[in-house]
């Protein structure tokens, strides 16, 4: 899913080969691409609509889906076509909040439309939404049973199933929070690959978030946090895929603290269980590389005045080269915009990695660099993560903004921190790194 929405490294080659005369002509008539597909052929549900929701929508908007409506047949969609228009084109729906024109593009488990297919779903709703002609519907799709592991396509099933306790969520009132320790069954140490968390088929609409983080026994009995987390389950995200070679440690006997966030939802649900699986290299492999999932924090106050705005910054560098994995920053619902930059002090260089400018709070993603342009990082460099908070009455989900916010746990409080993947390299891993990106770049360029 979302692969074809992918912005590939090969565009540059492409660049390099379209005659000038065409990009002349795009320029001259923006709209060409779209408007001679609409001239002689309108867009309709049967023909464009259908095949793109079945790629970038239906794995959340159909029975056992997290999306609240099914967008599988004409009927169901017709009459949200304005809806549609409106959400595609303002790149809040399929939800993947990350922007388009700056910063590393080449994603894991991307949802992002294309500008193409964003033009397409506006061209049809302005059209009226015709159907079109019946014969041209794409074969529906087969969907797999929504109690499975999603990565199970990928992976197979999980080596290791770690279920909460069962939690009983109301039909209505406040947030909850359970936190039960659940052990690990597993003897002995062994590395992560991928880690899934799912919740029950009917939990889907009550677990807002999911946290869950290591915990190995202390000598004195007591428990010891590992700092570490394994991941941070939200609405709409996947887990963590580690790059092929790259693995994350599961000391044995080690222990997960679940925290999880139910919030009720118009129907009672009983007994509650979410899980974690967990997908491990085999027994006895020693990955060539280590990663560690941590919590990055900003420094400085929090404090946003009424009506007021704010922005964080953390530094941090590493006295051993890394490879930048993942970001999913964080925050409440003030949290409006975040980015990932390197500095290098040798040079005054700054470079972008990442820039989120829509950064919604219903969605925490994690965006999983490619592991080709995973961003690799020298000794002295410098890795610098900023949010943004707006407590004016402009940001749409704030709840007050006639109220000071500060540092705080609860959801009217705000956070800033960004959990970032981060493999430790030493300088032989860092220049080997360097050589394969820049030998396979010069055969990518010898093709195009
Ligand atoms: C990862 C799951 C997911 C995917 C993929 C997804 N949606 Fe949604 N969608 C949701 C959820 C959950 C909601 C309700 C909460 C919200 O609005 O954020 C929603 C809400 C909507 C709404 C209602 C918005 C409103 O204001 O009432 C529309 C329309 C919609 N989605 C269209 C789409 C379309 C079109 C696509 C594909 C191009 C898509 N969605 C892909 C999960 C998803």
Redesign the pocket.
């Known amino acids: ?1 979302g692969q074809s929405s992918h912005h590939s490294t090969g565009m540059n080659g492409f660049w390099t080969i379209v005659p000038a005369l065409v990009v002349l002509s795009l320029i001259a008539f923006p709209g060409v691409g779209v408007s001679q597909d609409s001239a002689d052929d309108p867009v309709t549900f049967a023909a464009d609509i259908a095949p ?2 079945q790629e ?2 239906q ?3 159909r029975e056992g ?5 099914s ?1 599988l047949s004409y009927d169901e969609v017709r009459p ?1 076509a304005p ?2 228009r ?3 084109r303002a790149r ?4 993947y909040h990350y922007d388009t024109n700056i910063g590393i593009q080449e994603l894991k488990e991307d ?1 992002r ?1 294309t500008e193409e297919e964003i033009a397409t ?1 506006v061209a049809w709703a302005d059209a009226g939404a015709p159907l079109g002609d019946l014969s041209e519907l794409p074969e529906p799709m087969e969907w797999p049973d929504p109690t499975d592991w999603r990565l199970a396509e990928q992976f197979g099933q999980p080596d290791l199933v770690v279920p909460a306790k069962p939690f009983s969520v109301p039909a209505e009132g406040q947030d909850l929070w359970w936190e039960p320790l659940v052990e690990i069954p597993l003897e002995n140490d062994r590395y992560i690959r991928a880690i899934e968390v799912k919740p029950s088929v009917e939990g889907r609409k009550v677990v807002h978030h999911a946290n869950t983080t290591l915990y190995l026994p202390e000598q004195g009995g007591g428990l010891e946090s590992q700092g570490g987390r394994f991941t941070e389950y939200a ?2 995200k996947l887990g963590e895929i580690l790059p092929e070679g790259t693995g994350r440690l599961l000391p044995a006997n080690s222990l997960v603290r679940w925290s999880i966030h139910y919030y009720p939802m118009g129907d009672a649900v009983e007994d509650e269980v979410t899980e974690l699986g967990f997908w491990l290299y085999p027994e006895g492999y020693e990955p060539e590389l280590e990663q560690t999932l941590g919590r990055f924090s900003m420094e400085g106050d929090l404090d946003i005045a009424p009506q007021g705005t704010a922005m964080v910054q953390g530094f941090h560098s590493w006295d051993h080269p890394v490879r930048i994995d993942s970001f999913q920053p964080h925050g409440h619902l003030r949290l409006t915009a975040a980015s990932l930059e390197v500095f290098y002090p040798d040079t005054g260089e700054r470079e972008v990695v990442s820039m989120v400018s829509n950064w ?1 709070p ?2 925490q993603l994690s965006h999983i660099y490619e592991d080709d342009v995973a961003p690799l990082i020298p000794v002295g460099a410098v890795m610098v993560v900023s949010q943004w908070y707006d407590n004016t009455s402009e940001n749409p989900h704030n709840p007050d903004p006639d109220v000071w916010v500060y540092r705080g746990g609860r959801t009217t409080d705000e956070m800033s921190h960004a959990w970032i993947a981060v493999t430790h390299l030493d300088q032989q891993d860092y220049d080997r790194l360097v050589a394969e990106r820049a030998a396979k770049a010069s055969l990518a360029g010898d093709d195009g």
């Open positions: 899913m793109l929701l970038n929508c794995v959340c908007h889906g997290i999306g609240p409506m967008f949200w809806i549609i409106d959400v595609v809040e729906m399929p939800p949802r439309l779903f609405s709409g919604h219903g969605w």
